[in-house]
């Protein structure tokens, strides 16, 4: 399987301070996807690395990718209590839809 | 645009009984996925369809669920009779034409089987 992991399953921090979220997956991927869900709401799309790509950033968010270990990371600095919610990263492989992991959850404390 | 719609938002209902849920895509998205969201298992990827035709219904997990996609801006999820253990999130998405865009969720419908 394809499905992303990611690792540690829960985190609390206090406001101010990094985050950082790991993926790591099993086969050969086109591009990997994060998103966020916040509590009672769908998933939404925070950014896309495509599999050529090493790291790429979006504001506060930091994505990188290492394909030889096939892994990847999201780092959201200057973390805010908004910031608090379900994190996911979704694989893409082929003519398959997006494989989601089983989610970071992300405790901000004020 | 008003982004991905689902109806209902809540839905309680008795076993045995049947129910229907059901989707608006984003205008001119291709793809259309059905997930489901349990503390359990995490999230289901149950159906997708591309350009209205189902591709794959392999998570669908048992014959008591069908999904249909009658037109480009509507679909179904019917489970009939609903059971306790379909108790879950369901949530839909739309993408654009290719299998590893961006989806974009809908805020999901929360079932509740008595």
């Known amino acids: 399987s394809q499905q992303g992991e990611e690792d540690p399953q829960a985190l609390s921090i206090q406001e101010g301070e990094n985050a950082t979220m790991n993926c790591s997956y099993k086969?050969?991927?086109?591009?990997l996807q994060w998103y966020r869900q916040n509590s009672g709401r769908g998933l939404v799309h925070l950014i896309l690395?495509?599999?050529?790509?090493r790291e790429k950033h979006s504001g506060r968010l930091r994505v990188t990718l290492d394909t030889s270990k096939k892994s990847s990371s999201l780092l959201i600095t200057a973390s805010r209590a908004a910031d608090t919610a379900s994190y996911f990263c979704?694989?893409?492989?082929?003519?398959?839809?997006?494989?989601f992991g089983k989610g970071t959850r992300l405790s901000v404390i004020a | 645009d008003a982004g991905v719609i689902q109806s209902p938002r809540h839905e309680v209902t008795e076993m045995g009984q049947e129910v229907t849920l059901r989707c608006k895509p984003i205008s001119g998205h291709n793809s259309l996925f059905w997930y489901r969201q349990t503390m359990m298992r995490g999230l289901e990827l149950l159906i997708y369809f591309n350009n209205n035709v189902p591709i794959d219904d392999s998570g669908m997990p048992e014959d008591r669920f069908s999904a249909k996609m009658p037109n480009a801006s509507f679909s179904t999820l019917k489970i009939q009779p609903s059971e306790p253990r379909d108790s879950a999130v369901y949530f839909c998405?739309?993408?654009?034409?290719?299998?590893?865009?961006?989806?974009?969720f809908g805020p999901g419908t929360r079932l509740t089987v008595l």
């Open positions: 690395i495509r599999s050529n790509e």
């Open positions: 979704a694989t893409s492989a082929g003519n398959t839809p997006l494989v």
């Open positions: 998405a739309s993408g654009g034409y290719g299998w590893g865009n961006e989806q974009f």
């Open positions: 086969t050969s991927i086109n591009n």
